[in-house]
């Protein structure tokens, strides 16, 4: 009986299983070995003939200062952004913890950047910020600042404001769903003790929430790596390719310019980058998920 | 209590910020072309909702086949995610099919930046005739999505109580009958969140949108970018075809938001 049971239960695993089986398969395992072979293979859209290349696309990407300068402007341009929008979604997220009238309301006006494609978004920036008709410099020059957003010495600091307008709207209902999450209990013990307000935000509220918040800025990071479309969109990687991050790098050295064996490389060599990183990071999750419940 | 119209002012004032965007697009949507062209602050309204209606058809732009384009897309890789990792969740969660290795796999691709898979997917749409088709975008959209959909199922189904479950196997039902008439009902507000999430971001897709398609299939996303690039001076229409791209998703998923907030806080990573 217990045999014939096992049996079926494995039978059945299989083919509930099976779809995404095959979907792994045909999208995954198939496109990695797709992918390593172009990444050793000479494959220029210009020229007519690809050949094998053994490692030369890997070679030439290690002296490649645009490769290894797009890292570093990801790099640092996700660690800022996703800082300030931790920090503001957190205080936001503080701030919403109490009663006040129209909460709700606003609550969902808050939500609304998270349901706006950031391409869309970026459309809606290139519009706001256009030097002729845009509200953004109208209003700039009416209280008497000269600032040109997209100039080589100011884009560094637009990028970042309008990845914060972006993306504060993530970093705030996370932080404020783990808020609520905190029993009422705790805060009551706090109080009965003679805690202040300051002293049970710092000694109790955060230290609770910090496997939370690290889960989010942990999202916020990994999600600024892979950001492509608000930068691409609004600056197309320049002035020259001051703000190329490493995915506006591989798609343009695929699309543009036609490499596709250093684009392979380059983007296998960005998992490779990532790959130490990612047991403590699935460690964090496992580890956030179960704190929070 | 206390009325905590503080609060509330600079609460507003805030959530103004943040939506600046929007309203800019919005206000500039409704304007006329003289008004838009003489300055940002010039307040003449067209009451003939002339962008929106050149934005539709009348100014000839292909925008409303970008329009039919992402619903196509979305609503297939909704279909697909939820019909290929619902069955696949209860089997890992419920019948121990993969041991933990299929989640911890979900959660390593969700962690892997898409921009990796573009170049292995172009090669292969490419040679099975893929390319600039909705169902290329389908596939593309729903392997990315699915590993969000796995953990968010596995989560519910590991919430629910065994006991129904166990209770209907005494009674004789089998797997299917249990997967359909005990797990699909109790799953509802999962479902949703998936449903909600997976909308969202398959409408918000553009990396792949870019790559994988070159007129037929083009979802609005690329199309309003390249809007700016070809018609950069007709902003009032660019603004209402933004506007009107915006709207599905902002609806879809204001009534819904319980179940946008549960799946993005349930340990789901944002893709």
Known sequence: ?293 | MKRNWGVTAAVSVIVFIFLIPLTGAFYTSLRTDAAIASGPFVWEFDSNWTHYKNALGAAGYDFPSFFRNSIVISLGTVLLTVLVSFPASYAIVRLGFGGPWLLRLALALRITPAIFFVIPFYKLFTAYGLIDRPLGLILANSFINMTLALLVFAGAIKEMPLEIEEAAAVDGASIWMTLRKIVLPLLGPGLAAVGVLTFLFSWSDYLFAVVLTSSEATPVTVGAANFVTSYGVRWGDISAAVCLSILPPLVFATAAQKYLVKGLSSGAVKG
Do not use: C
């Open chain 1, 1 to 293: 009986m217990s045999t014939t049971f096992s049996r079926e239960r494995k039978i059945a695993g299989w083919l509930l299983s099976a779809p995404l089986l095959i979907l792994l398969a045909g999208l995954l395992i198939w496109p990695m070995y797709l992918g390593f072979k172009t990444s050793i293979t000479h494959d220029i859209l210009s020229e007519f003939e690809t050949y094998p290349a053994g490692f030369e696309n890997y070679k030439n990407l290690l002296v490649e200062p645009n490769f290894w300068s797009s890292i570093r402007f990801t790099l640092i341009f996700a660690a800022v952004a996703s800082v300030i929008e931790l920090t503001l979604g957190l205080g936001l997220a503080l701030l919403f913890d109490r009663i006040f009238p129209g909460k709700r309301f606003l609550f969902s006006l808050m939500l609304i950047p998270i349901m706006i494609a950031p391409s869309l978004m970026a459309v809606m920036f290139r519009l706001i910020l256009n030097e002729n008709i845009g509200i953004v410099p109208g209003l700039l020059s009416k209280i008497g600042l000269s600032y040109s957003i997209f100039d080589q010495s100011n884009i560094f600091t637009s990028l970042i404001i309008l990845d914060v307008i972006e993306f504060t709207a993530f970093t705030f209902l996370l932080s404020y769903s783990a808020l609520q999450n905190m029993s009422s209990e705790i805060y009551e013990a706090a109080a009965i003790d003679g805690a202040n307000k300051r002293q049970t935000l710092i000694r109790i509220t955060l230290p609770i929430l910090k496997p939370a918040l690290a889960i989010v800025f942990l999202l916020r990071i990994l999600d600024s790596i892979r950001t492509f479309d608000s930068i691409y969109i609004l600056t197309g990687g320049g002035p020259g390719t001051s703000t190329q991050t490493v995915g506006i790098y591989i798609y343009k050295t695929a699309f543009i310019y036609g490499d596709f064996g250093l684009a392979a490389a380059a983007a296998i060599v960005l998992v490779l980058l990532l790959t130490p990183f990612m047991p403590f990071i699935i460690k964090q999750f496992n580890l956030g998920t179960e704190s929070t419940k």
